[in-house]
């Protein structure tokens, strides 16, 4: 079992900044892939970012291309998401996920075999 803890979230302007962090846990030498997602009230969850936790380029979602970062510390067994120029359209519950499976379907939620609890990002207008 993996188990990922995310904090980081809260409240922020139209044009800030956030980071989350993403811990992890337990048996995280089976892990492959790190995401983050995202789930807005009435959506479906939509992904976000990934990375392979051996290293390598990330994948982002088009709609955060160039806004966000997501990357690693494996020292530390967690993975970050820098978030810049907000927008009210981010706002949104946000998941860490970790897959088993080196597949590259990273943006598909059904990769993942772990999740966290999410945390909330709001951004006003």
């Known amino acids: 079992q993996v188990q990922l803890v995310e904090s980081g979230g809260g409240l922020v302007a139209a044009g800030g900044s956030m980071s989350l962090s993403c811990a992890a846990s337990g048996r995280i030498f089976n892990i492959f892939h790190m995401g983050w997602f995202r789930q807005a009230p009435g959506k479906e969850r939509e992904f976000v970012a990934a990375?392979?936790?051996?290293?390598?380029?990330?994948y982002y979602a088009d709609s955060v291309k160039g806004r966000f970062t997501i990357s690693g510390d494996n020292g530390k067994n967690t993975v970050y998401l820098q978030m810049n120029s907000l927008k009210p359209e981010d706002t949104a519950i946000y998941y860490c996920?970790?897959?088993?499976?080196?597949?590259?379907?990273?943006?598909?939620?059904?990769?993942?075999?772990?999740w966290g609890q999410g945390t909330q990002v709001t951004i006003s207008s």
């Open positions: 996920a970790a897959a088993r499976s080196s597949r590259t379907i990273v943006a598909v939620t059904t990769l993942y075999d772990y």
């Open positions: 990375l392979r936790w051996s290293g390598g380029s990330p």
